[in-house]
T-cell receptor, first 112, second 115 residues
């Protein structure tokens, strides 16, 4: 129940295309869902986050879609750029605390 | 504003030894969390400290321990090192504590290799 399942494991997208990464969870106690981006040799950095009372959140080219009934959420990267090539992690957090449960990660490569 | 600083960045130890890793959070941040990152297990939560008290703990053996000082700096210790402890250890700080935001600011990590 503590797991967050993330897919795909890796993704290759052409420049200008849409990158889509999906995550699913079981524990309904999770109430905050951040996405992190990690470049080689760096720590993860917060990209965008959503709470379950919102179905969609958009920040620039990045959009989170959230389906509370299905317990699924996804990250869409519009107009993907080579600079977006990184590993993306979805995560879930329960109330009161900074204990993140991370998905396994998706390695995104954007081909120019 | 300086980010989260972790030292050392790289270290090599042998089985049975112990290691101490250090983390200086962003100024003003009072919560410090530690995560282990490995290719096989991904990112796993170790523990979180706030105001020198451990607030959350992950599912790691007692060989893994940590502490936080009054200036919010934190250290984690791994005793009796095993080969499987080889990993990138990430420290993250957060300003808001008691409020769940998931907005962690990560350092670049300490890469531990156990031989």
């Amino acid at each position: 129940q503590q797991q967050v399942k993330q897919s795909p494991q890796s993704l290759i997208v052409q420049k200008g295309g849409i990158s889509i990464i999906n995550c699913a969870y079981e524990n309904t106690a999770f109430d905050y869902f951040p996405w992190y981006q990690q470049f080689p040799g760096k720590g993860p950095a917060l990209l965008i986050a959503i709470r379950p009372d919102v179905s969609e959140k958009k920040e620039g080219r990045f959009t989170i879609s959230f389906n509370k009934s299905a317990k699924q959420f996804s990250l869409h990267i519009m107009d993907s750029q080579p600079g977006d090539s990184a590993t993306y992690f979805c995560a879930a957090v329960m109330e009161y605390g900074n204990k993140l449960v991370f998905g396994a990660g998706t390695i995104l490569r954007v081909k120019s | 504003k300086a980010g989260v600083t972790q030292t050392p960045r790289y270290l090599i130890k042998t089985r049975g030894q112990q290691v101490t890793l250090s983390c200086s959070p962003i100024s003003g941040h009072r919560s410090v969390s530690w995560y282990q990152q490995t290719p096989g297990q991904g990112l796993q939560f170790l523990f979180e400290y706030f105001s020198e008290t451990q607030r959350n703990k992950g599912n790691f053996p007692g060989r893994f321990s940590g502490r936080q000082f009054s200036n919010s700096r934190s250290e984690m210790n791994v005793s009796t090192l095993e080969l499987g402890d080889s990993a990138l250890y990430l420290c993250a700080s957060s300003y808001l504590a008691g409020d769940n935001t998931g907005e962690l600011f990560f350092g670049e990590g300490s890469r531990l290799t156990v031989l």
